[in-house]
C-alpha cells in the first residue's frame, strides 16, 4: 500500500474508532435477577460471553504454586464487566491448606467419620467453609472419598471417610452440606478408584461394573445427589484403560447421564492427556494451567470439540457459582473464626477417638504420682497427614520436618497441640516426665520408674506414598528410623499399665496388642487433639467413637499382599469385587484384630428387643431397646447390618443404617432406624449389569443390629 493511501486508511479508522488505541469495551451485564433459575441466570452470562472469555474460564492460569493469588492452588481469573468472581482452588480435606496461611487443623476426615454423627460432620464441612471465606477463596478441593478400604496402606487414608460407601459417603455428603451452605464450591474426589498413591499416574484400575458401582462409585453417588456438589475432581488414574480425565463412561456415562450432574469436572493438578477427547469425554476445567486445553480453539477449529460442547462446559462452571450463592455472595480475605473453629475440632477429636482396649487402667485415677509421657514430639504437638491435604494451623506448626521418604515431597507438619502440657494439665499432682522414644531402652527405664506410662505412637502418612504394610513404620526419618512397635513392646515389658494412644492416618496392626493395658485410636487428632486425647484418658470425656475401617492382624490378610506398583503404566486388579474392607474378611472368614464398627466405652449398653417391619416403597425399619448399663454417661452407635439374598452372591453383610445415642447412667430408650430402600444410597440394591440399572431383587433378607459388623445378632427378616 503506497504511504499516502495508508495514512489515509489509519485517519479513516481512527475517525470510526476502528483504529482507536483499544477495541471499544465490551458492555456491562447486569446481574441476572435472582428470581430466575440457576440455570436461566448462568445462560445469561454464558450468552454475553466472548469466545476468548469461555476459553479463559476452561482453565488455571498455571501460575506457580506460590505465585497464586490468594495462596489458591488453581486460579481462574474472572470476567468483572458481569460480576463473574475469580474462582480461587484451595484444598484440602481436613482444613484450608495451600499457602492460604493459617486455618483450622480439623481432625482428619477419617476422625470425622469415625464419630459416626452426621451433624457434627456438618459443622466440620462449616468450619471447612467459613475459613475458604476467611481467605477470600471459593471452590473447595475437599470430599475425598475414594474408599480407604480397597487399599487401607494408601498414603491419603487420614483425607477420606474409611471403607464402608454408605457411611463414607453420608460423612462425606455432610462435610460437603456444611462447607457448600457457607456459599462456596464444593468439590468430591478423586473420580474414581483412586485408591493407592503408589503410581497413581500410571496404575490402570480393573474392576467389574457391579463392583465399582456398589463400592467406590456408590460412595460418590451419594454425595453427588445428596449434598448438591457442584465439582468432581477426575483421578490421576485410568480405570478399564481410559484415563479418569477423559474416560467418557465416568465422567459422561456415570456422572453426567446416570446421575444427571449439573456441575463441572476438573482435572486433577497437571492430570490431563489430551484437549479434544478429554473435552468431549466430559472434562469441563482442567488445572493448574492449559497444558492441552490451550489447544481448544484449534480443536474448535479442527471439529475436535462442538461450540455446543464449549458452551456446557462453561455453562456449567458458571452455574456453579450461582447454584452454591457465590455470585450473590462473594469471598474477600477476613479472619479466621478460630475460638469457634476450634471447638468443632476438638468436639471431632473426643468423639472420633475409638477406645479399641481397656483393661482397666482408663479412664486414669486422680491422684496417679508419676506419668511417663513417651513418643516422638510427643512434648510439642500431635501429628497430621502430608501432601496437599496439609494445613498450616492457627498460631503455626509445633514442628515442620522435611520428611525423607523417596517420592513424599511433602512436609511433616506437628500441630500445636503438646499432649506433655496438656496430660500435666489434667494431673497438676503428678510428677509427669517426658522422653522421645528415641531409645527404647532409655523409655522403659522412665516406664519402670512411672505409675503409668503413655506412648504416643505416630504414623505419618502422606499423598504421594503409601504405607509399605499395617504396623508402625517410620516414613519420615529414613536414615535412623524410630520402630515404635519396638518401643511400646520395650515400654509395655517395664510397666504393666501401659497406654498406646495412636495418632496415625487410619487402619493399624498392632503386634503389641496383647502386652499393653489401653489402646486408644485418636487418627490425626486435629490442633486440640491432645486435649482431646486427655480428656478421653482422665475420663472427662467418655470414648464413643467407632471405627470406620477394619484394623486387620496384619496386612498379609489384605486382597493384596503387595501394593502394586511400576514405572511404567501397570494394572491393578480388584478382583475381590464387592469383598471391600469388613466385607473381605466377613466372605473370606477372615478374622480382623479390630472390626469395623468396633469401639468401647467407659459404660456399658445393652441392646434387645429388636423389632424389623418393612414398609411400602422398601422402607425398612429397626426398633431396639437401648440401655445405659453402666456408671457413667455415654454414646453408643447402634448399627444396622442386611444380607442380601443367596442368588446375588453378595458379601454376608452391608451396613444399611446406624442411629448414635447418648444415654446417661441407668437409662433406656426405643431407638428406631429407618432405612430408605429409595434413597441414593441404594440400601436394599445391587446393581443389575443388564439392565444398566439399580434392582432390589426377590428374596430373603436378613436384618442383623449391634454395636459393630462382628456384633450384630439376627434381628428379622424379610422377603421381598
Ligand atoms: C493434588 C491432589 C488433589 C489436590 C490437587 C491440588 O495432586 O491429588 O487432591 O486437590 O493436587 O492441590
Known amino acids: 500500500m503506497s504511504t499516502i493511501r495508508s495514512h489515509a486508511l489509519i485517519v479513516f479508522l481512527f475517525f470510526c474508532g476502528c ?4 477495541p471499544k469495551p465490551l458492555p456491562t451485564i447486569p446481574p441476572p435477577s435472582p428470581a430466575l433459575s440457576t440455570d436461566e441466570r448462568a445462560a445469561i452470562l454464558v450468552a454475553a460471553m466472548t469466545q476468548d472469555e469461555k476459553l479463559r474460564l476452561i482453565h488455571g ?17 474472572g470476567i468483572p ?21 493459617e486455618s483450622t487443623a480439623l481432625p482428619s476426615a477419617m476422625a470425622s467419620a469415625a464419630t459416626w454423627d452426621l451433624d457434627l460432620a ?10 475458604m471465606r476467611a481467605h477470600g477463596v471459593n471452590v473447595h478441593l475437599g470430599g475425598n472419598v475414594n474408599l480407604a478400604g480397597r487399599e487401607p496402606r494408601t498414603g491419603r487414608a487420614f483425607e477420606t471417610k474409611g471403607e464402608d460407601p454408605i457411611l463414607a459417603g ?21 473420580f474414581a478408584l483412586n485408591d493407592q498413591e503408589t503410581g497413581r499416574e500410571l496404575v490402570n484400575v480393573v474392576i467389574d461394573e457391579r463392583a465399582a458401582r456398589e463400592t467406590d462409585l456408590l460412595a460418590f453417588e451419594i454425595g453427588i445427589k445428596d449434598a448438591d456438589v457442584q465439582a468432581v475432581m477426575a483421578g490421576y488414574n485410568s480405570v478399564r484403560g481410559a484415563w479418569c480425565s477423559e474416560s467418557e463412561s465416568l465422567l459422561t456415562g456415570v456422572l453426567k447421564q446416570d446421575w444427571a450432574f449439573p456441575g463441572f469436572v476438573v482435572s486433577d493438578w497437571f492430570g490431563t492427556h489430551s484437549c479434544g477427547h478429554a473435552a468431549m469425554a466430559g472434562l469441563d476445567m482442567e488445572m493448574p494451567g492449559s497444558t492441552h486445553f490451550s489447544g481448544m ?7 475436535e470439540v462442538t461450540q455446543s460442547r464449549l458452551d456446557d ?21 477476613g479472619t479466621v473464626d478460630a475460638s469457634a473453629n476450634l471447638a468443632v475440632a476438638q468436639a471431632v477429636a473426643e468423639q472420633g477417638a475409638v477406645l479399641l482396649k481397656n483393661i482397666g487402667d482408663l479412664p486414669l485415677p486422680p491422684g496417679l504420682g508419676s506419668i511417663a509421657i513417651i513418643g516422638p514430639n510427643a512434648d510439642i504437638g500431635v501429628v497430621s497427614g502430608g501432601g496437599s491435604a496439609g494445613v498450616t494451623p492457627m498460631g503455626g506448626s509445633a514442628l515442620v520436618e522435611v520428611s525423607g521418604f523417596v517420592g513424599s515431597w511433602f512436609p511433616v507438619r506437628w500441630l500445636p497441640s503438646s499432649p506433655l502440657a496438656a496430660i500435666r494439665a489434667k494431673a497438676p499432682g503428678a510428677t509427669v516426665r517426658f522422653h522421645d522414644g528415641s531409645s527404647a531402652s532409655d523409655a522403659a527405664s522412665l516406664a519402670a520408674a512411672s505409675d503409668v506410662a503413655i506412648v504416643f505412637a505416630t504414623q505419618w502418612s502422606s499423598e504421594s506414598l503409601d504405607r509399605p504394610a499395617l504396623n508402625l513404620t517410620d516414613l519420615v526419618h529414613r536414615s535412623s528410623p524410630l520402630d515404635q512397635d519396638e518401643l511400646i513392646r520395650a515400654v509395655a515389658a517395664a510397666n504393666g499399665h501401659t497406654i498406646v494412644v495412636l495418632e496415625g492416618p487410619g487402619a493399624q496392626s498392632m503386634p503389641w496388642l496383647s502386652g499393653v493395658s489401653a489402646v486408644l485410636a485418636a487418627w490425626y487428632p486435629g490442633q486440640r487433639g491432645a486435649e482431646a486425647i486427655a480428656n478421653i484418658l482422665f475420663g472427662d470425656v467418655n470414648p464413643s467413637g467407632k471405627l470406620p475401617i477394619t484394623f486387620p492382624k496384619t496386612h498379609l490378610d489384605l486382597p493384596r499382599v503387595l501394593i502394586a506398583g511400576s514405572s511404567t503404566p501397570f494394572d491393578v486388579l480388584y478382583d475381590e469385587g464387592l469383598r471391600t474392607g469388613y466385607k473381605w474378611f ?6 480382623p484384630l479390630f472390626p469395623f464398627g468396633f469401639g468401647l466405652s467407659y459404660t456399658t449398653f445393652v441392646i434387645a428387643n429388636p423389632t424389623v417391619s418393612l414398609g411400602g416403597g422398601n422402607q425398612l425399619s429397626v426398633t431396639v431397646d437401648l440401655a445405659n448399663t453402666g456408671t457413667r454417661t455415654g454414646a453408643e452407635v447402634v448399627q444396622v447390618y442386611l444380607s442380601m439374598p443367596a442368588s446375588l452372591g453378595e458379601p454376608p453383610r452391608r451396613l444399611v443404617g446406624w442411629q448414635k445415642v447418648t444415654l446417661p447412667p441407668g437409662a433406656n430408650t426405643q431407638v428406631t432406624i429407618r432405612v430408605d430402600g429409595n434413597s441414593s444410597a441404594h440400601p436394599l440394591g445391587y446393581w443389575d449389569e443388564a439392565a444398566r440399572a439399580w434392582a432390589i431383587a426377590p428374596g430373603d433378607y436378613g436384618v442383623y443390629v449391634g454395636n459393630s459388623s462382628r456384633n450384630a445378632s439376627l434381628a428379622g427378616t424379610f422377603r421381598l
Open 586 to 591: 466377613d466372605a473370606q472368614g477372615i478374622e
Open 81 to 101: 464487566r458481569m460480576g463473574f468472581p475469580s474462582l480461587y482452588l484451595v484444598d484440602g480435606s481436613v482444613g484450608i491448606g495451600n499457602t492460604t496461611g
Open 19 to 22: 483504529g482507536s488505541a483499544s
Open 61 to 77: 492460569t498455571g501460575e506457580v504454586l506460590s505465585a497464586v493469588p490468594r495462596g489458591a492452588a488453581g486460579h481462574v481469573p
Open 297 to 303: 480453539k484449534a480443536a474448535l477449529e479442527a471439529g
Open 313 to 333: 462446559m462453561v455453562h456449567r462452571i458458571v452455574r456453579a457459582v450461582f447454584a452454591v450463592g457465590l455470585y450473590d455472595r462473594p469471598t474477600s480475605p
Open 170 to 190: 453420608r460423612i462425606n455428603a455432610a462435610h460437603l452440606l456444611g462447607t457448600r451452605d457457607q456459599n462456596v464450591v464444593t468439590c468430591i474426589k478423586h
Open 122 to 131: 456438618y459443622q466440620y464441612g462449616v468450619v471447612l467453609g467459613k475459613d
